[in-house]
């Protein structure tokens, strides 16, 4: 079935960027759309941002709205999230996940990645 891996975290000072990027392994995939999420801790997994698996549909969280870039070239490519101007509360483990739509709620995605850690010092 898919996996999905999450790549790119690390921990970078206030006010720059990183760039995280998410891709299936272990088969062919294709026909889902992707979202990310965050998940800090003590607190819920929260929506960061969503692309349609076309690519040409984009969704954002408030908090990360003019800061985050969501993209993709095509369903079978990883799925990026450029990450720019970042804040200490942007730090948390930040999770791909893919399903039918893109959407914010969590628990409408079928499949996760492990998550890679991002944090933002000050």
């Known amino acids: 079935q898919v996996q999905l891996v999450e790549s790119g975290g690390g921990l970078v000072q206030a006010g720059g960027s990183l760039r995280l990027s998410c891709a299936a392994s272990g088969r062919t995939f294709s026909g889902y759309a992707m979202g990310w999420f965050r998940q800090a801790p003590g607190k819920e997994r929260e929506f960061v941002a969503a692309?349609?698996?076309?690519?040409?549909?984009?969704y954002y969280a408030d908090s990360v709205k003019g800061r985050f870039t969501i993209s993709r070239d095509n369903a079978k490519k990883p799925v990026l999230l450029q990450m720019n101007s970042l804040k200490p509360e942007d730090t948390a483990v930040y999770y791909c996940?893919?399903?039918?739509?893109?959407?914010?709620?969590?628990?409408?995605?079928?499949?996760w990645g492990q998550g890679t850690q991002v944090t933002v010092s000050s």
């Open positions: 996940a893919a399903g039918a739509r893109a959407v914010a709620r969590p628990g409408e995605y079928d499949y």
């Open positions: 692309i349609s698996w076309g690519g040409s549909s984009t």
